[in-house]
């Protein structure tokens, strides 16, 4: 069992080693925003970027799912023909509606654009084309996980990464472009992706149409896609409804400016589900599959609570390290937001409950539950946001997206147990929330009763006694006890 997780955290580590250097590069764009673009503007490209998620997964029409399901290696024409059908169907949808996009600019432009944001038809007409490229290259990206070429994969993804923000870095601070700098950066980026897959694309595309199998991946991909639309709604949904209930641009920016600061929990999330899909799908015939899919989920828990507690007790050291042309990292105007946190890197967590579980629904291809809880969520979220923001504001944004992830997680496991019981370590997992709820609330007594150094100081004393309780409640077993201390022993030597 042990090599399996060996194996999932290894592929997990090269994954990771790409996002979390690239998403970091990524982050530097937070500070940059909330610095270099009007308040006006950085609405508008949150706006933008909302719609662009949404179209992405219509665009994909559920696609990736149904590539990783049913390529196998045990037919020679099978793999190129289930890429083939995967991508001509992403095609054919990507570019319909994109043209669709590119004549109703004008309206769209209309229903999301502040009278201040000049030009902003033509800045969604060139913001059109970045889903189209994003989906068109996702078939081949999934081709590298689904072949364990995680190094290629990472290193294709670090590299549009930082591209990403050097050209943000050319566009805003070189010829302040604005919104018009995020949207060309982005587009530029997707536009060279595109072009690096296309000699991949050729040699696995095949002038072949399988009705029965381009029917079969249709029929188990569909239903995953307003499960993902879902999704994307329960990310970023809350936005439009936040600008549209408070009339206020600075609130709109200051939740999103403290949202993403959220990013590392996002990040572990993110990178655990790359090496997860491939992972659960290629081991769920293994004698002992629910045993190992149990610890490892009791492995994601702690490392998500050490990322919580991490994040939750430094990041207001982080916002205040010197940023761009000498200013805070973080834009002092959005610092009021900053208690949203840890609430954002909760929802995280339970987001990635939620992808844990939901392995069982692929594995027996009960695809259909999906976006029957992800859709329901998804209606939480947004009644959520109608009833607590004109109370709350972003906070009750942030609580009414918490709410979902945590009713879907909930949900998800409930029907679970019908379609693919794992009998998870709930003892263990209890153990570490709660003494991770225990040491969060023992952080936030110590900030009313002392400040500067020492308060500094009792965070690195609370986040030790929250590594020392591991061993306390003999969280390692014997074996993985003997595993921790021979790499201690290794790093010594």
Same mark, same amino acid.
């Given at each position: 069992?042990?090599?399996?997780?060996?194996?999932?955290?290894?592929?997990?580590?090269?994954?990771?080693?790409?996002?979390?250097?690239?998403?970091?590069?990524?982050?530097?764009?937070?500070?940059?925003?909330?610095?270099?673009?009007?308040?006006?503007?950085?609405?508008?490209?949150?706006?933008?970027?909302?719609?662009?998620?949404?179209?992405?997964?219509?665009?994909?029409?559920?696609?990736?799912?149904?590539?990783?399901?049913?390529?196998?290696?045990?037919?020679?024409?099978?793999?190129?023909?289930?890429?083939?059908?995967?991508?001509?169907?992403?095609?054919?949808?990507?570019?319909?509606?994109?043209?669709?996009?590119?004549?109703?600019?004008?309206?769209?432009?209309?229903?999301?654009?502040?009278?201040?944001?000049?030009?902003?038809?033509?800045?969604?007409?060139?913001? =059109?084309?970045?889903?189209?490229?994003?989906? $068109?290259?996702?078939?081949? #990206?999934? &081709?590298?996980? *689904?072949? !364990?070429? +995680?190094?290629?994969?990472?290193?294709?993804?670090?590299?549009?990464?930082?591209?990403?923000?050097?050209?943000?870095?050319?566009?805003?601070?070189?010829?302040?472009?604005?919104?018009?700098?995020?949207?060309?950066?982005?587009?530029?980026?997707?536009?060279?992706?595109?072009?690096?897959?296309?000699?991949?694309?050729?040699?696995?595309?095949?002038?072949?149409?399988?009705?029965?199998?381009?029917?079969?991946?249709?029929?188990?991909?569909?239903?995953?896609?307003?499960?993902?639309?879902?999704?994307?709604?329960?990310?970023?949904?809350?936005?439009?409804?936040?600008?549209?209930?408070?009339?206020?641009?600075?609130?709109? =920016?200051?939740?999103?400016?403290?949202?993403? $600061?959220?990013?590392?929990? #996002?990040? &572990?999330?993110? *990178?655990? !589900?790359? +090496?997860?899909?491939?992972?659960?799908?290629?081991?769920?015939?293994?004698?002992?599959?629910?045993?190992?899919?149990?610890?490892?989920?009791?492995?994601?828990?702690?490392?998500?609570?050490?990322?919580?507690?991490?994040?939750?007790?430094?990041?207001?050291?982080?916002?205040?390290?010197?940023?761009?042309?000498?200013?805070?990292?973080?834009?002092?105007?959005?610092?009021?937001?900053?208690?949203?946190?840890?609430?954002?890197?909760?929802?995280?967590?339970?987001?990635?409950?939620?992808?844990?579980?939901?392995?069982?629904?692929?594995?027996?291809?009960?695809?259909?539950?999906?976006?029957?809880?992800?859709?329901?969520? =998804?209606?939480?979220?947004?009644?959520?946001?109608?009833?607590?923001?004109?109370?709350?504001?972003?906070?009750?944004?942030?609580? +009414?997206?918490?709410?979902?992830?945590?009713?879907?997680?909930?949900?998800?496991?409930?029907?679970?147990?019908?379609?693919?019981?794992?009998?998870?370590?709930?003892?263990?997992?209890?153990?570490?929330?709660?003494?991770?709820?225990?040491?969060?609330?023992?952080?936030?007594?110590?900030?009313?009763?002392?400040?500067?150094?020492?308060?500094?100081?009792?965070?690195?004393?609370?986040?030790?006694?929250?590594?020392?309780?591991?061993?306390?409640?003999?969280?390692?077993?014997?074996?993985?006890?003997?595993?921790?201390?021979?790499?201690?022993?290794?790093?010594?030597?």
């Amino acid at each position: 069992m042990y090599s399996k997780i060996k194996k999932l955290g290894s592929d997990t580590l090269i994954y990771g080693f790409a996002t979390i250097f690239g998403r970091f590069l990524s982050f530097l764009l937070t500070p940059m925003y909330t610095n270099m673009l009007h308040t006006s503007q950085f609405e508008f490209v949150i706006y933008l970027y909302t719609l662009i998620g949404c179209v992405t997964v219509v665009f994909s029409f559920g696609m990736e799912s149904s590539f990783f399901r049913f390529y196998t290696r045990e037919h020679s024409d099978q793999p190129r023909k289930v890429f083939t059908h995967a991508f001509y169907v992403i095609n054919l949808i990507s570019f319909a509606f994109t043209l669709l996009i590119l004549f109703s600019s004008d309206s769209i432009a209309a229903m999301i654009a502040n009278p201040e944001v000049r030009n902003a038809s033509y800045l969604i007409k060139l913001a =059109a084309f970045i889903p189209l490229f994003d989906t $068109l290259i996702l078939i081949p #990206m999934g &081709f590298l996980r *689904i072949t !364990e070429q +995680a190094k290629k994969f990472a290193a294709v993804r670090f590299a549009m990464i930082i591209l990403t923000v050097i050209l943000n870095f050319i566009f805003l601070m070189g010829f302040n472009l604005q919104a018009q700098g995020v949207i060309l950066a982005q587009l530029i980026v997707s536009l060279i992706g595109l072009f690096y897959f296309i000699p991949l694309i050729f040699r696995n595309f095949i002038n072949v149409l399988d009705i029965n199998l381009l029917i079969r991946m249709l029929k188990f991909g569909f239903p995953t896609m307003p499960a993902n639309l879902a999704a994307i709604i329960l990310q970023i949904g809350d936005r439009p409804i936040l600008s549209e209930i408070t009339k206020s641009s600075l609130q709109v =920016a200051t939740y999103q400016a403290n949202y993403r $600061l959220g990013i590392p929990m #996002m990040i &572990f999330v993110t *990178i655990f !589900e790359y +090496a997860w899909k491939p992972f659960y799908l290629s081991n769920h015939q293994e004698e002992n599959a629910k045993v190992l899919y149990s610890r490892i989920f009791t492995y994601f828990t702690l490392i998500c609570a050490l990322i919580f507690l991490t994040v939750s007790l430094f990041i207001p050291y982080v916002i205040k390290l010197p940023g761009i042309g000498g200013k805070y990292f973080i834009n002092p105007e959005y610092w009021e937001g900053i208690g949203i946190i840890p609430i954002v890197l909760a929802a995280y967590f339970f987001n990635g409950v939620f992808t844990n579980i939901s392995a069982g629904f692929l594995i027996t291809k009960e695809t259909k539950y999906l976006p029957l809880v992800v859709g329901f969520a =998804a209606i939480v979220n947004i009644a959520a946001n109608f009833l607590l923001i004109p109370y709350f504001g972003y906070f009750g944004a942030a609580w +009414a997206t918490f709410i979902a992830y945590f009713l879907s997680a909930i949900l998800i496991y409930r029907i679970s147990l019908k379609i693919y019981p794992v009998n998870y370590e709930w003892k263990k997992v209890g153990t570490i929330a709660l003494t991770t709820l225990v040491i969060f609330v023992l952080d936030k007594i110590s900030m009313s009763l002392f400040d500067g150094s020492v308060e500094f100081f009792i965070k690195i004393l609370l986040t030790a006694i929250f590594l020392y309780s591991l061993k306390y409640f003999n969280f390692f077993d014997k074996d993985e006890t003997v595993i921790i201390k021979r790499l201690f022993k290794r790093s010594k030597n």
